[in-house]
């Protein structure tokens, strides 16, 4: 029996051990991330509700006025493969704010990455947005009334919490892999058209779920386009590499080009896919796993807290 003790002992201390080595990764990895920032953002842009928003900001080459995309980043903050994909789409004829929305932090270490999520309320990233979205209507090069929002997994939630938040100020909002809410009463304030693109086989985010968010945007009288990629994980529209090659990512790609070119350019720029139906092939429920449900709930679902 001593012996057993022993044993559970050592166990439960090295058990003790990894969990405060793992407590201490997040806020030493935290040293790093502002120098992460400093080495990417090109703007600082002025914020009444708090410090000073960095961001990337990618023009095209052609004089404007242009419509705008405001770029908001994954869970693991601005980043190079959000600057790559800002410069793709300036390519495009936009200009692409891609605002660090984290307040200085960015991270490749999924401890913090969920740190960074839980201690980012929606009211600051809304209010931050806000700063973005107030700056850009002061910049010469911008065309009023043609700025819109998209995001990927955090991103496409804080995109689609923004537009209910801006409804007015938003003329296109595009979401990844995320979700902010599903019920009609609360997406009926919406003014503009919302493209929704998901992965068949998302860990991350329940069919159902997509299904839902379909359904209340139809119910409250939202144009909308919501497609699932059939047999995509979630994230897989990942960096601009994966756009330039032949595949699904590419199609989404192709299809959020579309949509910007019709909502903010007032043209058929691009090539946008018919809205796809579920499946029948597909469970609608079962296609997610313990991590990924844990991920859902943490950073790309409805918000919780």
């Known amino acids: 029996m001593k012996r057993i003790l022993k044993i559970i002992g050592w166990i439960a201390g090295i058990i003790g051990v990894l969990i405060l080595a793992l407590a201490l990764s997040v806020p030493i990895d935290g040293m790093f991330g502002a120098g992460r920032i400093a080495a990417i953002a ?20 052609t ?28 390519q495009e004829g936009y200009i692409v704010v891609a605002p660090d929305i984290f307040r200085g932090s960015s991270t490749s270490w999924i401890p913090r990455a969920i740190y960074q999520v839980s201690s980012t309320s929606d009211e600051q990233i809304n209010t931050d947005l806000d700063a973005v979205h ?52 609360e997406l009926a304030v919406l003014k503009a058209p919302v493209l929704g693109v998901f992965g068949g086989a998302d860990a991350s985010i329940p069919v159902s779920q997509v299904q839902a968010l379909e359904h209340g945007l139809q119910q409250a009288g939202v144009v ?24 699904a990512a590419q199609d989404a790609w192709r299809q959020l080009l579309g949509f910007l070119g019709t909502n903010l350019k007032g043209s058929t720029a691009g090539h946008t896919l018919p809205s796809t139906a579920i499946l029948a092939s597909w469970a609608v429920a079962g296609n997610t796993t313990p991590i990924g449900e844990l991920h859902h709930m943490l950073v790309c679902a409805i918000r919780i807290v």
């Open 134 to 185: 107030t700056w850009l209507t002061q910049q010469p090069d911008v065309l009023p009334g043609k700025i819109g929002v998209i995001g990927f997994c955090f991103g496409g939630r804080s995109a689609l919490r923004y537009s209910l938040h801006n409804p007015n100020g938003i003329a296109a909002t595009g979401v990844f892999y995320g979700m902010a809410t599903t019920d009609p009463a």
């Open 63 to 90: 004089p404007g006025p242009h419509p705008v995309v405001i770029m908001v980043h994954e869970w693991w903050g601005l980043n190079p493969a959000i600057v790559g994909m800002a410069k793709a789409l300036a």
């Open 42 to 61: 090109n703007v600082q842009i002025a914020n009444a509700a708090g410090p000073d928003i960095q961001a990337y900001v990618a023009r095209p080459l």
């Open 224 to 247: 909308n386009t919501v497609t699932i990629y059939p047999e995509q994980p979630h994230a897989f529209v990942s960096d601009a590499e994966a756009i330039k090659r032949p595949g």
